[in-house]
Each structure stands twice: as C-alpha cells, then as structure tokens.
C-alpha cells in the first residue's frame, strides 16, 4: 500500500535532504508531549510566537529519521535554521505521528488523513499549547496543505481572539478538486503525465464519491479517503470569519496550487485586511535555499509591521 514519490501534490519531497546537510538538524528543539499533545519548539522563553501548520505527507512533521540519521526533512527545517530570534517556532505534529516516524504503509494514519481528522488534532494541539504558554503575541503560518487548513484551524480553536496575524503560503480559496480543474488547461508548464491525470479529476470524482473510505485505490499518489475529505473543502467559506490580516504569499508558476485560487479570495474579500504577494518566477516554493530564507525573513518583517 505505497503512497507514489510522484505525487506533486505531496509538499515538497524534492527539498528533503537531511542526508545532505547534517545528523542534525534540528538543533536546540524542544518537545512538549503531555496528554498527547506532541509540540515541537524552538527559541523558547519569547514574548511571540509563530506557530507552523505543515504541508502535506504521510511522515512526521520534521521528517523522517532511521536510526540515528534523520534521512529526510519537511520545511520545517527551513523555518527552524532561519528562525528570527524574536519568536518562538511552535510546530504541532500531525495526527498522532510521532516524531521522526513514516505512516506511508499505515491503514490507521491512512484512514485518519482527512480534513476532519487533521484539523481537530492541530486545533486541540494550538489550545493546549497557548493555554499553558505566557506568549503575548501569536502568529499563524500554513504552507501547501496547511495553508489549506489553517483558516479552518484558526476558526476552530478556542483561542482564536489570541492569534494576530496569518500568513497562507501556496494555497488559496479553492477546493483541491477545483484547483486540479484549473490545472488541467493551465498555461503553466507541467509534466504531461501530471497535467493528463488532472483532466481526469471529474471521472475520478465520481469514483471517489463511489468508493469514501477506500484506502487501496489511490489518485495522484494519495487514496481515495484523503480526497473525499479534500475534494469536499472549500478554505474560501472560512474566510468570511477572518478579519486579522492575513497575508498570501503565491507562486504564479506553481502548479501544485494555481494562483487562481489566491486570486479568488482576493476578489472574493477584497473589503478586508488582506495582502497578497506573487512571485512570477516560483513555483509552489523557491527551488534554492537561500530564495527560501529571503522569504522567510519577509514573512518575520511583515509581522512585525
């Protein structure tokens, strides 16, 4: 039951290169697991914090580690080894993955990645964490699939009056169905295989719906259980509840995510606090680290506005 490495949807995969960088990297973390709530921190004991919702795949938010060597990593990296020392980095795992740990072979983590799932454990995960924190200011920042599901936790949690500001990377206003509509006559170069399997989505659709909870049929490297969960959400509705700012950061070649679904919310909310940011030469995110880091460090500026 292997989830396909081609699934471009899957966050990222090109950039996990632990083995690469080094046997750690994820230095000076710290780890709340209490009543289990698994909470990664970093640079504690600060008056801010910016808590990261992970993009999407079937590991560990940090990554994966065999032994003792860590042999992939998730953007989480990127955020933690670039990290302003003026807030703290909280990052709640998925689920309840353990850290370092690959789920791409487990029915329960499989059955259990859905909007619903994801959301309610993220939500319950930020509470417990502001509730036993003294942070004054919090900040919330989702890439890919959790840029997705951010305004939807955001909306979920109880300590919703606590958060100040948003930042939504590489997502939009759209459905994931909707989005691969929109791929599949995009002008936007795209491997043909990819593009072919979104002209599928409509015919697929109609299977998913068929089959709800399948975990052994898969579209797009991911079973049809996640999609009818995906396919169902639109992140365009929670906005409406949203009035702190938020900023969209997007990719006008990112065909993970198209820039249309940015676009839809922009025109959709165009009477709110909302900034948006387009790199005409990205893609769902920069191809080199150091392009990485420059945005990081603009998202750090923009809060602190």
Partial sequence: MKVSTTCLITFISALLLASCMTKV?????????????LIYTFNNHKDKALIYIDGSGLNSVLGVKNSDKW???QFSYFLANNLNRDFTLVI???LSFKKGVDYKNNEEALRKYTVEDLVESYSRKIDYYIDNSNIREIYFLGISEGGLLAPKILNTIKNKSRIKKMIIWGAGGYSQEECFEVLASSSIQMPVTYRNECKKVSEIEKEIYLNPTAIDKYYLGWPYS????FFKYRPIGEYAEISIPVLFIQGLKDFN???????FVEEEYSNKNYEYVYYSDMGHIPEEKGEIAKIIQSIYSWITK
């Fill in 25 to 37: 990297p994820y230095p000076n973390m710290h780890e709340v697991n209490e009543k289990d709530q």
């Fill in 71 to 73: 042999t992939s990593v």
């Fill in 92 to 94: 709640p795992e998925k």
């Fill in 226 to 229: 996640r999609w009818n969960s």
């Fill in 257 to 263: 995510s198209p820039f249309e679904s940015v676009k």
